[in-house]
């Protein structure tokens, strides 16, 4: 976190990013549709994989959407502007913790899934080299800063544990799912057919075979319209900044062990209730 950043709600935030005003008026006035398909996420666990899903499932596995109109545009967040005047097909994309969700979901039959759990030690290595290749954050000096953050559970967008808890005790149903990054990346297609049954959306074996080909991550590095690039000098350190690597276990290139153990340490005192087997990795 840099001195410019915000904290609302006790929430932090990336202060060059957030307009209070703006995370306010969303939890009062945001009207969820019930039509809306809402991904809420932590960052840095697979967002921006999970829009290029929902965004080829919409157009069964054509390129023509994903590859003309950024993809922030093709699912706004919530927490600024532009999500307040998003058209339909409503993808709607979210970090906000729940209690800072629009109020309106809990009346709506809106579809959301919930995409936080990534192994948070590779959630650690992420946000070390984003915050690095852009503008916007300030700079970690060292994956042992980011981990600090981490353990101090002070990062920005707040506790992972406490997240990842609320998330858990969200039982899945017609109008949530849950997804783990490190399960889909083992097999998205049984994945991304998930996705589809609780969205209701029928797709044919040659059209599913586009989807996962064209979200792979080699494809969408490629993809100006969904890698960031786009961005732009203004905000980029580095031209690439989102699609990194895109693999599981990449913690072990840069965690020493010391640093390996005291993570497992916290992990097992805050998660100590949950049944091992809801945290699949390494
Ligand atoms: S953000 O900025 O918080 O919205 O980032 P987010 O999209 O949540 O997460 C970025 C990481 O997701 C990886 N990624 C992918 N992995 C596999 N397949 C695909 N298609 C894909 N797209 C994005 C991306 O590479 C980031 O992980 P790291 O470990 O940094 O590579």
């Keep these: 976190m840099s001195d410019d950043d915000l904290r609302y ?6 202060g060059g990013l957030y307009d209070p005003e703006i995370l306010k008026k969303g939890r009062k006035e945001f009207v969820l549709k019930d039509e809306d398909v809402v991904a809420v996420t932590f960052p840095k666990s697979g967002t921006n994989w999970l829009i290029e899903i929902l965004c080829l499932i919409h157009s069964k596995g054509d390129t023509k959407w994903i590859q003309s109109v950024p993809i922030w545009e093709r699912s706004p967040w919530i927490e600024s502007q532009p999500g307040f005047v998003a058209e339909g097909p409503r993808f709607l994309t979210s970090h906000l913790p729940i209690h800072l969700f629009p109020t309106s979901f809990f009346n709506s039959k809106a579809k959301v899934i919930q995409y936080v759990i990534r192994n948070p030690k590779d959630v650690i290595v992420s946000t070390y080299f984003f915050c690095n290749s852009v503008k916007l954050a300030k700079r970690p000096k060292s994956v042992e800063e980011c981990l600090e953050g981490f353990l101090e559970e002070a990062g920005p967008y707040g506790s992972w544990f406490e997240r990842c808890q609320a998330m ?5 149903g017609e109008q949530t799912i849950r997804k783990v990054y490190d399960s889909q990346k083992k097999d998205t297609e049984r994945s991304v057919e998930k996705i589809c049954r609780f969205l209701g959306k029928k797709v ?9 080909k064209n979200s792979s991550f080699e494809i969408m590095k490629e993809n100006k319209m969904s890698n960031y690039s786009m961005l732009g000098d203004v905000y980029l350190l580095q031209k690439n900044p989102l699609m990194r690597k895109g693999v599981t276990g990449d913690w072990k290139n840069y965690f020493t062990v010391a640093q390996a153990e005291a993570f497992d340490k916290l992990f097992q005192e805050r998660m100590a209730d949950l049944p091992r087997e809801l945290f699949p990795w390494e």
């Design 204 to 212: 044919e074996p040659e059209e599913l075979s586009l989807i996962l």
């Design 9 to 14: 709600e006790e929430t932090p935030f990336l």
């Design 168 to 172: 858990l005790r969200t039982s899945e």
